[in-house]
T-cell receptor, first 111, second 113 residues
Framework: GIQVEQSPPDLILQEGANSTLRCNFS?????LQWFHQNPWGQLINLFY???GTKQNGRLSATTVATERYSLLYISSSQTTDSGVYFC?????????????FGTGTRLKVLA | DVKVTQSSRYLVKRTGEKVFLECVQD?????MFWYRQDPGLGLRLIYF???????EKGDIPEGYSVSREKKERFSLILESASTNQTSMYLC????????????FGPGTRLTVT
C-alpha cells in the first residue's frame, strides 16, 4: 500500500520563526489534505491540495504530485500554531478509495 | 461551514459494557468514517460508510460494529468494551463523488476501566 512519511517528526521554534514541513508519498494519489490537530484533539482542515500552491494567511502549501511530495509552510509562527500537523492522501482505485495518514509532525512554538 | 458533531467529548465505561458513539454531520455528505488514534500508531480506520445502510471494514474492525440508518448519522458500537479499546475516537465525513475532502468531528476520548 501507499506509504506516507512526514518530516521532521518534531520541531521546536521560537515565536516569529518560519518553518517547512514535508510530506512524501510512495505512489500516485488523487488528492492530499493537510490538518492541524489542536491540543484538544480536533483535526482542523488547513488545505485540500492535489497539486499547485495555496495560501491562507501565514500558511501556504505546495504539492508536486509528479514528484510525490507536499510542503506546508508556516511563516511568523505563533504559540497557537503548536500541535501536530498531519498530511493525508486519498487514492481511488477500481471503485474503492482509501485515505492514508502520515505519522505527523509535532510542532511546539515557544513564546 | 461543514459541521461534524460527536455525542460525547469524554466517556468512561466498564469492561464488558456495550458502548455507542454517535456522529452527526449536517452537510448531506455521502461518506462517513470512524478512526481511532493512539500514541505512536497514528490514525487508523475502523469502518466507513459510503451510503445509508452501507458499510465497509477499515484496517482494524475487530471488536467494533457500525450502523448508518440515516444519511447524517453514523454510529460506532463496541459490543463488549475492553481496556485495549481505550483511545481517542474520531469521526469524519466527506462529500463522496462530488469531492473527497474529509471533515472531522471534535473526537471522543474513551476510557475503558
Amino acid at each position: 500500500g501507499i506509504q506516507v512519511e512526514q518530516s521532521p517528526p518534531d520541531l521546536i521554534l521560537q515565536e516569529g520563526a518560519n518553518s517547512t514541513l514535508r510530506c512524501n508519498f510512495s505512489d500516485s494519489v488523487n488528492n492530499l489534505q493537510w490538518f492541524h490537530q489542536n491540543p484538544w484533539g480536533q483535526l482542523i482542515n488547513l488545505f485540500y491540495i492535489p497539486s499547485g500552491t495555496k495560501q491562507n494567511g501565514r500558511l501556504s502549501a505546495t504539492t508536486v504530485a509528479t514528484e510525490r511530495y507536499s510542503l506546508l509552510y508556516i511563516s511568523s509562527s505563533q504559540t497557537t500554531d503548536s500541535g501536530v500537523y498531519f498530511c493525508a492522501v486519498f487514492r481511488a482505485t477500481s471503485g474503492t478509495y482509501k485515505y492514508i495518514f502520515g505519522t505527523g509532525t509535532r510542532l511546539k512554538v515557544l513564546a | 461551514d461543514v459541521k461534524v458533531t460527536q455525542s460525547s467529548r469524554y466517556l468512561v465505561k466498564r469492561t464488558g459494557e456495550k458502548v455507542f458513539l454517535e456522529c452527526v454531520q449536517d452537510m448531506d455528505h455521502e461518506n462517513m468514517f470512524w478512526y481511532r488514534q493512539d500514541p505512536g500508531l497514528g490514525l487508523r480506520l475502523i469502518y466507513f460508510s459510503y451510503d445509508v445502510k452501507m458499510k465497509e471494514k477499515g484496517d482494524i474492525p475487530e471488536g467494533y460494529s457500525v450502523s448508518r440508518e440515516k444519511k447524517e448519522r453514523f454510529s460506532l458500537i463496541l459490543e463488549s468494551a475492553s481496556t485495549n479499546q481505550t483511545s481517542m475516537y474520531l469521526c469524519a465525513s466527506s462529500p463522496g463523488a462530488g469531492g473527497y475532502e474529509q471533515y472531522f468531528g471534535p473526537g471522543t476520548r474513551l476510557t475503558v476501566t
